[in-house]
């Protein structure tokens, strides 16, 4: 499938809105991701990149990149001007809403807020919140659009400047309250990925109410865990073995 940029717009001084059109309506699931395939030094070079829309404007579609210098397909996506066209391979990813209806807690890092929002675009009632981990305030992109589909957004600089009187440190270390009940999607770098996990899991919420997504060098840790299940203790010990996990 392929898909031309029609809006580019820079949020922040890294970070990129890119709105394409496909060539044909096409169906996802609001917090999957595409794969973009292009030519790298005469390479097929392969990328994921989240969707930032919600599936009902399909073939019309959002994408949340951040710049990364060097990066190869960090700077082939931003550096797109509008008219030219991405190929997209494939669609696909866990992460998806397993019921809307139901009190649903977003945490997330970085780019990870990415499928975050456009889960959240999704939702049919106030009951969720969202956590976005930066570093610094200037990282912080606008969650106007999405406020009105969440009860909380809870904002947590790692790096804050002296004058910030939000939440300070990582996202898993600033879970106000862990309601049992709820359902968690966590999306973000895989240690804090992981850590995150680990911190609701040991508060008593269940696993089958946790799905995770994990990116950048880790990612085949996460890749390993949806294949082969997270419950599975052969899969734990070599995953913990690979990527040193404790
Ligand atoms: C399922 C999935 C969904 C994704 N969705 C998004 C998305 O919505 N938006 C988005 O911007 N990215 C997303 N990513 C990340 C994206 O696929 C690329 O990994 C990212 O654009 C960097 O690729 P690159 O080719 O520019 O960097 P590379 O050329 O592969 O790496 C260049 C250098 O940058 C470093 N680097 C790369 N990524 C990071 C990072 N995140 N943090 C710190 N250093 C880094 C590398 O270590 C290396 O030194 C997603 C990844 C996955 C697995």
Redesign the pocket.
Known sequence: MKAKLIKKTKLTKDMFLLSFKADTKFKYKAGQ?IVVSFAHEGKETL????F?SEPSTSPNFE????K?S??????Y?TSLKVGDEINIVKIK?NLYLRNKRKKNIFLST??GV??MVSMIRTLPNKKSELYFGCRYKEDIISFVKIKQKVSKINIVLSKPKKNWTGIKGYVQDNLIKVDKNADYYICG?PKMVMETEKKLLSKGVPLKNITI?G???F?KEVDLIHKFGRLNKVTNFFVNKLFKHA
């Open positions: 991701h990328r994921p990149y989240s930032y994408l949340l990149i951040k990364y060097p990066g190869i397909g960090s700077v996506m990813g970085g780019t990415v499928p770098v997504e990116w950048e060098k990612d």
